[in-house]
């Protein structure tokens, strides 16, 4: 079992940064893909990025490639996300989850994660 708690969400302008944290619970968190996810009002949760068992793989959903980064920090049990260059359509409720996976690839990182956070919310202003 993981329990995940986000935190760093809050209103920020567009151009703006914002880190959100993820702190996981657990003895295994390093055997876990982490990914983070977000979900606007009315709209569907999408797939914001992911990242592998030891930080060395990462990858981005195309809307943010370039302005987020994800990393993880196995000996604190906690994976982040940068956020840079906000713009309004950011804003959503962000969580982190967590999967257990023997592969990093396509077929494994955007859906079928075992464990969620509640969610944070981010709030960009024009």
């Known amino acids: 079992q993981v329990q995940l708690v986000e935190s760093g969400g809050g209103l920020v302008q567009a151009g703006g940064s914002l880190r959100l944290s993820c702190a996981a619970s657990?003895?295994?968190?390093?055997?876990?893909?982490m990914g983070w996810f977000r979900q606007a009002p009315g709209k569907e949760r999408e797939f914001v990025a992911a990242i592998s068992w030891s930080g060395t793989m990462t990858v981005y959903a195309d809307s943010v490639k370039g302005r987020f980064t994800i990393s993880r920090d196995n000996a604190k049990n906690t994976v982040a996300l940068q956020m840079n260059s906000l713009k309004p359509e950011d804003t959503a409720v962000y969580s982190c989850a967590a999967k257990r996976s023997s592969a990093f690839n396509s077929g494994t990182y955007y859906g079928g994660y075992d464990y969620w956070g509640q969610g944070t919310q981010v709030t960009v202003s024009s």
């Open positions: 657990g003895r295994t968190f390093s055997s876990y893909v």
